[in-house]
């Protein structure tokens, strides 16, 4: 019981320092021009490093608590730009997986479809949400065909879908 009540102060504090942290910008605004424009993106390196920082200052939590203050901490070190996806949309704007999915339920629901030609349905109406992980999946079979698995399927996954790009 103690350390929930630990655990719990730790997060309030972590979510006021997080709104203070925001709250600095707002009262300074030459700070806010200095911020990372949102359509650029952040480059590895520095949100690796951030990331390290995020996780050293919330080494206590873990699961949903950590992911929690990771993502307060991260918004807090890059203000002004979309870290993660939010309301169903990636952050270059297309549909996030779980969102598209749901839509293409929702279709093929209100059709009254069973059986195979549900699945048909699901598959074709995903693939037309986002073709991008489609073709990811296709290489990922071919892929597994060819036997391949752990970094190597990774590595011919995404040289697949860079191919496939353009």
């Given amino acids: 019981m103690r350390s929930i009540w630990i655990v719990s102060a730790f997060v309030l504090g972590l979510v006021g320092a997080a709104q203070a942290q925001t709250a600095v910008p707002a009262k300074a605004p030459a700070q806010t021009v200095a911020a990372a424009p949102t359509d650029e993106p952040i480059p590895r390196t ?29 918004q807090g070190k890059f203000p002004g730009v979309q870290l993660y996806a939010r309301d169903g949309v990636t952050r270059d704007g297309k549909p996030t997986a779980v969102a598209a999915r749901a839509a293409c339920k929702e279709e093929v629901d209100g059709r009254k ?54």
């Fill in 46 to 74: 520095e949100r690796a490093k951030a990331r390290q920082d995020c996780v050293s200052e919330n080494i206590a939590l873990t699961g949903d608590d950590l992911r929690a203050a990771m993502r307060i901490c991260m």
């Fill in 113 to 166: 479809l069973e059986g195979s030609e549900r699945i048909a349905a699901l598959t074709a109406c995903f693939n037309g949400k986002r073709p991008d992980l489609a073709q990811r999946s296709e290489c990922r079979k071919e892929a597994r065909a060819k036997g391949l698995d752990g970094a190597d399927l990774r590595k011919a996954v995404d040289a697949c879908a860079r191919e496939a790009k353009g």
